[in-house]
């Protein structure tokens, strides 16, 4: 087994160093970039939301900006890509976190479990399972000599947004957080919230700052409007901002400002899904277990750039991570 998950590290390192995301000159300028082997495992929906450990091993990998030279430890931010896997939103988002002194850590959770998107055919990896990555990159980060531990946040897109949604979950850092350790924060960015778990009310003391358009089709912000209400109202520091107008993907600067057509896409916008009971993720319509092939899976929606609504979330984040993390 050891060989195996060598070998396959070794497959990964060399798929993020080759096909990995393109660098403009402005993006380079940091003062170390490494590329880390993650040891993680796939895990099933049910097994992730019993807690269990005893799925397949497999390694991932992760790119690792330190912004500036030194011993100083910096706050981190890890990053979790959406179905379609890590695109150019990053060369928007990376320039900007360095930039205020900020290391970033961009996990690829697919390469290593021989994925490319999952956009057509989501059954290809659990909905949850980047939140049991993003706790073993939390794990990894923590050790790094040129890393704050307490300093760490959690920042997803689309399906590693809603991974990074619901790491804020007390029940699942229970189960899957090292003792002793907590993201400082948490950024969802246009996560899918039509899934109602156990105890999901019960989150972490943290911030938690979602951001969404008002037009997405892909995923609706309404469940997220109603989940973020309870929250408010149990007390948490959670809070969801909504851009007018702005559709799926809105900081995906590669797409056309006019909405654009996924055809092959699926979609759960229609779907209205609980846990019921432990472990089990049932249609609530027709109370049978949920599957990708329900009448509820549609596909065709849209996605789309808002510079608009791009620029005012740069901003928001910005502002947000000066104060959480104690910038000077």
């Given at each position: 087994m050891r060989v195996k998950l060598l070998k396959s590290a070794m497959v990964v390192v060399a798929f993020v160093c080759l096909q990995g995301w393109q660098l403009r000159p402005a993006e380079a300028q940091v003062a170390r970039l490494e590329v880390h082997a993650l040891a993680s495992m796939t895990l099933t929906d049910k097994q992730i939301l019993?807690?269990?450990?005893?799925?397949?091993?497999?390694?991932?990998?992760?790119?690792?900006?330190?912004?500036?030279?030194?011993?100083?430890?910096?706050?981190?931010?890890?990053?979790?890509?959406?179905?379609?896997?890590?695109?150019?939103?990053?060369?928007?988002?990376?320039?900007?976190?360095?930039?205020?002194?900020?290391?970033?850590?961009?996990?690829?959770?697919?390469?290593?479990?021989?994925?490319?998107?999952?956009?057509?055919?989501?059954?290809?990896?659990?909905?949850?399972?980047?939140?049991?990555?993003?706790?073993?990159?939390?794990?990894?980060?923590?050790?790094?000599?040129?890393?704050?531990?307490?300093?760490?946040?959690?920042?997803?897109?689309?399906?590693?947004?809603?991974?990074?949604?619901?790491?804020?979950?007390?029940r699942?850092?229970?189960?899957?957080?090292?003792?002793?350790?907590?993201?400082?924060?948490?950024?969802?960015?246009?996560?899918?919230?039509?899934?109602?778990?156990?105890?999901d009310g019960n989150v972490s003391e943290k911030p938690i700052r979602q951001f969404h358009g008002s037009a997405d089709d892909y995923n609706p912000v309404a469940p997220c409007r109603s989940y973020f209400e309870r929250l408010r109202n149990a007390g948490k520091d959670a809070i969801l901002t909504e851009y007018p107008d702005a559709h799926h993907v809105f900081d995906y600067a590669a797409l056309p400002t006019t909405p654009v057509l996924q055809p092959r896409s699926q979609t759960t916008r229609n779907?209205?899904?609980?846990?019921?009971?432990?472990?089990?993720?049932?249609?609530?319509?027709?109370?049978?277990?949920?599957?990708h092939s329900d009448p509820c899976v549609e596909l065709g929606p849209h996605t789309g750039y808002d510079p608009a609504a791009t620029e005012a979330a740069v901003t928001s984040v910005k502002t947000f991570l000066h104060t959480a993390f104690s910038l000077k």
């Open positions: 019993l807690g269990r450990k005893d799925g397949t091993p497999v390694m991932l990998a992760g790119e690792l900006r330190i912004p500036q030279p030194g011993t100083e430890k910096l706050p981190a931010i890890v990053l979790l890509q959406p179905s379609g896997g890590f695109a150019s939103n990053l060369n928007r988002w990376l320039p900007e976190l360095n930039g205020m002194g900020i290391a970033t850590f961009a996990l690829d959770s697919f390469a290593g479990r021989g994925i490319v998107s999952t956009t057509t055919d989501q059954d290809q990896l659990a909905r949850l399972a980047m939140m049991f990555d993003a706790y073993r990159a939390l794990e990894l980060l923590a050790k790094h000599p040129r890393i704050d531990a307490s300093r760490i946040a959690l920042m997803g897109f689309s399906r590693g947004g809603q991974s990074a949604l619901y790491a804020s979950m007390k699942f850092q229970s189960m899957y957080a090292s003792a002793g350790l907590g993201f400082a924060a948490y950024l969802p960015f246009y996560a899918l919230c039509n899934t109602t778990f156990i105890d779907c209205v899904l609980k846990e019921e009971p432990l472990g089990e993720i049932v249609n609530a319509k027709t109370g049978t277990p949920f599957t």
